[in-house]
């Protein structure tokens, strides 16, 4: 952001530290609570910008209570910050608008107390979460991660939804919960994390001749459109080696750029992207796939894999031969569980609908039914 703009998550931490802390003290003395912001929003992720601004962001975050507590207090706590808040934080409205004709929340100034108001299209209120946090969490993810992670639930989930568990902050867990929760939620288990390799390396496999091949054709436009495809592939298999959760499509390519490979592989891809000519599109793949191959290498999940390009068979294509490190990540996976499971990987890897990915109780639907 530019100069006189704080980030999302300085917002909201200063937010909690000098206005909602000190109302909760002050108003529900010795209250155990736990503060937070997680969830859905760029700025958990880090990357809002100044354009963030125009809805869902300002001063907001979770106040998470026990059972007891939301039962007892819960109402009380959310209305005492709807009648005690100041309007305006950092210069920054508390008040939350009602969902426009696009499903967001604008912020609203406000010149008097935040308090819930009833306005033509939805209600304007502060965004102080008040909730008791395994509900939250089991709402969000689709399981209760409090009673363990299985198999099921690693693979139901997408990526971006884990991320938004794991990213973001907590203020203060007094509640003692929610970074346990974190850090069981914070990478993949050994051999899920070797499945879940295997399966984006056995997505690059199934196209990487294409791009020669369509252009071999005449069809440039798409040999374009399959490398793209690749690139988006070769991103997600980037992250998933630097054990960060991919986001979805509008923060991959920061994601990517964060990321120790990101600076001298990112115009590596773009070239591949912006190249007018099969022949030079699946040069510079050929270059990603090495660089990718040798970090493979560099993890030790495996024993080595030769990382050179070779021809596609007795076809004049330049390819990996992805499925080499399929095969060979699958070797070293000794749960049985994983090993018998098809090669389609967690629900993100072969699911591509954002109405399918974000209905919880759907997407763990469709997970269980390519399980078989």
Not at 30 to 54: C, F, K, W
Not at 89 to 94: C, H, K, S, V
Not at 137 to 159: E, I, K, Q, R, Y
Not at 278 to 294: K, V
Request: aromatic share 8%.
């Amino acid at each position: 952001m530019g100069d006189g703009h704080v980030r999302g998550l300085e917002l909201s931490r200063r937010f909690y530290l000098e206005t909602v802390a000190p109302l909760l003290a002050r108003r529900f003395g010795g209250l155990t609570h736990t503060a937070a912001l997680l969830g859905p929003g760029s700025e958990v992720l880090g990357y809002d910008t100044e354009r963030s601004i125009d809805h869902d962001w300002g001063p907001r975050l979770q106040l998470f209570l026990s059972p007891e507590d939301v039962a007892a207090d819960g109402e009380a706590v959310d209305a005492m910050l709807a009648g005690s808040l100041p309007p305006w934080f950092l210069g920054y409205p508390t008040n939350f608008g009602p969902a426009g004709g696009n499903g967001t929340r604008h912020m609203e100034p406000a010149d008097g107390p935040v308090r819930h108001e009833v306005v033509r299209h939805g209600v304007v209120r502060h965004g102080v979460v008040v909730a008791e946090p395994t509900a939250w969490l089991t709402g969000h993810l689709g399981f209760d991660p409090t009673a363990g992670v299985g198999l099921s639930d690693w693979l139901a989930t997408p990526t971006q939804t884990l991320a938004e568990i794991t990213a973001g902050e907590v203020f203060h867990d007094g509640l003692g919960l929610l970074l346990p929760v974190r850090r069981r939620l914070a990478w993949y288990p050994g051999d899920v994390w070797r499945y879940v390799l295997a399966c984006q390396w056995r997505r690059i496999c199934q196209e990487e001749a294409f791009v020669g091949r369509a252009g071999e054709a005449g069809d440039e436009l798409g040999s374009a459109v399959t490398c793209a495809r690749l690139v988006r592939d070769l991103i997600r298999l980037a992250l998933l080696m630097h054990r960060r959760y991919p986001p979805y499509g509008k923060w991959l390519g920061s994601a990517f750029a964060a990321l120790p490979c990101g600076p001298a592989l990112a115009p590596v891809l773009r070239a591949a992207l912006s190249a007018t000519g099969w022949r030079e599109r699946e040069r510079h793949l050929a270059t990603a796939y090495e660089a990718l191959a040798a970090l493979h290498n560099d993890l030790g999940l495996t024993a080595p894999v030769d990382p050179r390009t070779r021809s596609y068979h007795s076809r004049p294509f330049r390819v990996l031969h992805a499925e080499r490190f399929t095969e060979a990540l699958l070797e070293t996976i000794a749960d049985p569980e994983v090993r018998r499971l098809p090669l389609t990987g967690a629900v993100d890897q072969y699911v591509d609908s954002t109405d399918a990915l974000y209905e919880r109780s759907r997407v763990r639907r469709v997970a269980g039914a390519v399980r078989g």
